[in-house]
């Protein structure tokens, strides 16, 4: 999946492209079952995604492979805008019951606010949920259900760093943030900027506070139950606010690039691929950045997780793929036809497609899913911390709380304009207007 402009202030939703809309294939509800001109005699389906390009080729590719194995369901894919007005037809078909048969959507809180259910098919018990990995069907249940399968890889916030740069100074990975702070200084030392900073859009701010989350939840294991009952605070949890220090930190001992207030991603990955810095707070999604900006440099980047105060309990903040579901709109043969697609999605031929179609920037979280041999550095080392169980899920997977001036904030803390102390304390009060706009209980 390709890191483009965001379409929500998640860092899952960062990773979505912001591209115009296509026109929405023009079809009734009643258009979306059965097709007496398929050609193939069987129950004809549809399955929307988002207008993406490389989610239109990716979409298509495997309704393709789908209905050449047999001839029983048809698929034909169609498109939704991005962003805001993609959530909202999203909801609405929901709410009025003209959702296509099959869609893909995100995993985590942006699944939850879908009601799920009351809105979508329980999975629970389908024999194909078998094998999708256990770390992922949290992220697409509620209740006791599970309504999804996994569309795409897992992928991990944390640091993407020059290897070169490291061989040549005798880095070695740091395992805690004093380790990171002395790899700094050694770099800065000779003269390479030692962490790369791209306020130039806004959210690339947010990394060092939300990547941070693993370290949170092993300091404080309740952290994200207490945190949506109103009860812990930024401000106030000694390991929530370490994001925010670290951020004050980094620009407090000079260790960013000079042009960080107007340096794009673009810039820090080719900075970062010339050895003119050496690590990037960031989401390993920007494989395809790198690809598509500096293809010779590939090789030269790997990634490691952000790390925290203790070594002992390193480990990575993941994010997950977006899920494929059924809504309950769809029911009959239509149903059945939608549930042999997805036992289709959860098999290696599946996945090797979605390989063939983008580069993967982590595991698939099915089994029998190999990613193929000449994946990048950075995929190898993301897929390293889900095959060792050292991750744990990004808090908008655990939590629906996320307040939207976070990236602004940050941006000052980045730039001494605020401190740490007094940002997260300003975080507090932005969280707390949209957990009561959400009208959670104990806010």
């Known amino acids: 999946m390709a890191f483009h402009p965001p379409r929500s202030r998640s860092l899952a939703g960062l990773t979505a492209l912001a591209l115009a809309p296509l026109v929405l294939s023009a079809c009734s509800a009643g258009s979306l079952g059965s097709s007496d001109d398929d050609g193939g005699g069987g129950t004809s389906i549809t399955f929307l995604v988002d207008n993406a390009p490389q989610t239109i080729a990716t979409a298509e590719a495997l309704a393709d492979d789908f209905n050449a194995q047999q001839s029983e369901v048809r698929v034909e894919v169609e498109t939704r805008p991005q962003g805001t007005e993609g959530d909202n037809l999203v909801k609405t078909r929901l709410q009025t019951g003209s959702m296509n048969d099959v869609f893909a959507y995100n995993s985590g809180s942006l699944f939850q606010q879908l009601a799920p259910q009351s809105s979508l098919t329980p999975l629970t018990g389908e024999a194909f949920l078998d094998g999708v990995d256990d770390s992922f069907t949290p992220q697409v249940s509620a209740g006791d259900e599970v309504y999804g399968v996994p569309l795409g890889t897992a992928f991990g916030g944390g640091v993407l760093y ?7 100074l005798g880095l070695q990975v740091p395992q805690t943030w004093a380790d990171f702070i002395a790899n700094s200084e050694k770099i800065k030392a000779a003269g390479i900027a030692p962490v790369v900073q791209t306020y130039g859009e806004t959210w690339t701010s947010q990394l060092l506070v939300l990547g941070d989350f693993h370290n949170v939840a092993a300091a404080n294991p309740s952290f994200a139950e207490e945190y949506t009952a109103g009860r812990a605070k930024y401000a106030t949890d000694a390991a929530a606010i370490k994001g925010f220090q670290h951020t004050q930190e980094i620009h407090d001992k000079a260790l960013t690039n000079a042009d960080y207030a107007s340096a794009k991603v673009e810039d820090g990955i080719r900075m970062l691929a010339a050895g003119e810095g050496a690590q990037y707070p960031l989401l390993s999604t920007n494989v395809a950045t790198i690809l598509s900006v500096a293809p010779d440099k590939i090789g030269d980047i790997g990634f490691f997780a952000l790390p925290g105060d203790d070594a002992a309990t390193n480990g990575l903040t993941a994010w997950f793929p977006g899920g494929v579901y059924v809504p ?13 697609f997805l036992d289709y999605l959860v098999t290696p031929e599946s996945c090797d497609i979605q390989s063939e179609k983008s580069v993967p920037t982590g595991p698939y979280l099915v089994e029998g ?6 994946v990048p550095q950075i995929t190898e080392d993301v897929s390293a911390y889900f095959d060792s169980e050292r991750q744990s899920p990004a808090l908008e997977y655990v939590s629906p709380i996320k307040g939207p001036a976070l990236e602004q904030i940050l941006v000052e803390v980045g730039s001494g304009i605020r401190s740490a102390e007094d940002a997260a304390a300003l975080y507090d009060q932005d969280v707390e207007k949209q957990a009561q706009q959400l009208g959670l209980e104990g806010w």
């Open 162 to 168: 020059n290897r070169k740069v490291y061989e040549q």
């Open 328 to 340: 309950k709109s769809t029911t009959g043969e239509e149903l059945e036809a939608a549930k042999k």
């Open 369 to 374: 899913c190999e990613l193929p041999g000449d």
